[in-house]
């Protein structure tokens, strides 16, 4: 059974550095023998994350939608900009909901899972100092992040406009990162039974 992965980018710009990415890393990871879905966040469209609105409303539909998706998966591979030295606003929120709807609906989609951490940037650290909050983020909601990961500096000329690296290096470290990720994702995380 193959193991399944849950791949997406946590930025809306339609040209996104990072959604080149996680398109070229769901290619890897399907390579690798993953199934691979590969979503936008802003097909999840939710409100900022709100104490009140969650005890008036509960979580908004959009977040019980993506938490059956993680659910179904064994592994995430997430690719996200860094924003001031973090986690886009769009990333953080879409993982806060998510994290809050075990309280209304099923297990946590997260606990267990195992995470991977891309981000690629024009600057000249690839977005390595927004990795350590999602790092924590994920960790927090239960996910079990690979050590490893992908900081792509100088993104606006690594990745060409068919979202594919321009280095044979960077091509076979991102690649091996994926077959690292299915290795353990397979070896980690129980096959989800369908019914």
């Known amino acids: 059974m193959s193991v399944k992965l849950l791949v997406f980018a946590g930025s809306l710009r339609r040209d996104s550095l990072n959604k080149r990415l996680a398109r070229a890393a769901a ?3 399907e390579t690798a023998g993953a199934r691979v879905t590969y979503i936008e966040l802003n097909d999840y469209p939710m409100p900022i994350y709100d104490g009140d609105t969650e ?10 939608r993506l938490q059956a998706l993680i659910a179904e998966q064994q592994g995430l591979v997430i690719a996200s900009p860094e924003y001031n030295h973090s986690i886009p606003a769009l990333l953080k929120n879409s993982l806060d909901w998510v994290s809050r709807t075990p309280r209304v609906r099923g297990p946590n989609p997260f606990a267990g899972k195992v995470a991977t951490i891309l981000s690629a940037s024009p600057g000249n650290l690839g977005g390595i ?3 350590d909050h999602l ?6 909601v239960g996910a079990l992040v690979l050590p490893a990961s992908l900081a ?3 993104a606006d000329q690594a990745i060409d406009a068919e979202g594919e ?3 044979p290096a960077l091509r076979q470290r991102l690649a091996d990162l994926m077959a690292e990720t299915v290795r353990l994702a397979a070896r980690l995380v129980a096959p989800i039974q369908m019914g």
């Open 152 to 154: 792509l500096p100088q």
């Open 135 to 140: 790092r924590r983020v994920l960790t927090t």
């Open 129 to 131: 100092q927004g990795q």
């Open 165 to 167: 690296l321009v280095d």
């Open 55 to 64: 005890a008036e409303a509960g979580p908004p539909e959009n977040a019980f």
């Open 27 to 29: 290619r890897a990871a």
